[in-house]
């Protein structure tokens, strides 16, 4: 490893507003902060927004400064990205971002029911030929169900159409509240996402942040000339998630 990636990981243990469970702490178990992010973390019981897959969490942070009646939290695997958002936050003295380094896999030992009001995933892998892995399969669906509030909103922005095909053929054989649906969000679909009616808990200018909020690989993809999807749905749903029936082979890539 790395002599940078050290200092990194050495720093990131002094940051308060990183908190890096160890497995033992979520492995089949409850984690002490669930259900007491508000009050523990934030010191409030402002509504709280994760963002998984949150890389070095320049969305996170971008939607807490335009938020500050809600509180982020950034959720990724790899301390060496979270670093660089951790280090704003705390420079920064910014009371509504926290980050989280665990696998989305114990999501579910960190909130408790009803405590998370919106999940945001980010470019994340597609994993193309893997349906139990992708962030928006109906196994991963039952975690966030498990503690998103009851009219909870998960926000996918992706340049892989084969993630938000999949994801918005999902929401629909579930009969999910699909509140917005663009495949080219900075071209062909922006007039008309202003039509559509996308909510959020934090602040009224939802689309506003949508297209002016942009991780570090959205501008490269925009620079290569891909075009960016999105979706927003309501997670709410009766009985159990089912896999959808999809034209995976059209949009695989």
């Known amino acids: 490893m790395g002599k940078d990636k050290l200092r990194k990981f050495k720093e990131n243990e002094s940051f308060r507003c990183l908190i890096q469970p160890s497995t033992d702490?979520?492995?089949?178990?409850?984690h002490p902060l669930k259900g007491h992010w508000g009050e523990k973390i934030f010191g409030n019981d402002r509504p709280i927004v994760v963002?998984?897959?949150?890389?070095?969490?320049?969305?996170?942070?971008d939607l807490a400064v335009r938020n500050p009646s809600c509180n982020y939290i950034g959720v990724d695997i790899k301390g060496a990205r979270l670093w660089k958002g951790a280090k704003y936050a705390e420079e920064n003295a910014l009371?509504?971002?926290?980050f989280l380094r665990t696998r989305i896999e114990f999501i579910e030992s960190l909130f408790?029911?009803?405590?998370?009001?919106?999940?945001?995933?980010?470019f994340a892998d597609p994993q193309i030929g893997r349906e139990k892995k992708r962030l928006t399969s109906p196994l991963f669906m039952r975690r966030y169900r498990n503690?998103?509030?009851k009219d909870g909103i998960v926000h996918l922005k992706t340049d892989s159409r084969y993630l938000?095909?999949?994801?918005?053929?999902?929401?629909?054989?579930?009969?999910?509240?699909?509140?917005?649906?663009a495949t080219d969000i900075y071209g062909a679909d922006r007039s008309r996402l202003y039509e559509s009616p996308m909510v959020s808990v934090c602040g009224e200018d939802a689309i506003d942040a949508l297209l002016q909020v942009q991780t570090f690989?959205?501008?490269q993809y925009l620079a290569?000339?891909?075009?960016?999807?999105?979706?927003?749905?309501?997670?709410?749903h009766q009985g159990d998630y089912i896999s959808p029936e999809w034209d995976e082979d059209r949009w695989e890539r």
């Open 95 to 98: 009371p509504n971002v926290a």
């Open 112 to 122: 408790a029911p009803g405590e998370i009001s919106e999940i945001w995933i980010t």
């Open 25 to 30: 702490e979520v492995l089949g178990t409850d």
């Open 164 to 181: 938000h095909e999949y994801s918005r053929a999902m929401a629909e054989q579930n009969g999910l509240n699909i509140l917005a649906c």
């Open 224 to 236: 290569k000339g891909i075009d960016i999807t999105y979706l927003s749905f309501i997670a709410d």
């Open 147 to 149: 503690f998103l509030r």
């Open 217 to 219: 690989y959205e501008s």
């Open 51 to 61: 963002e998984l897959g949150c890389g070095k969490g320049e969305y996170t942070i």
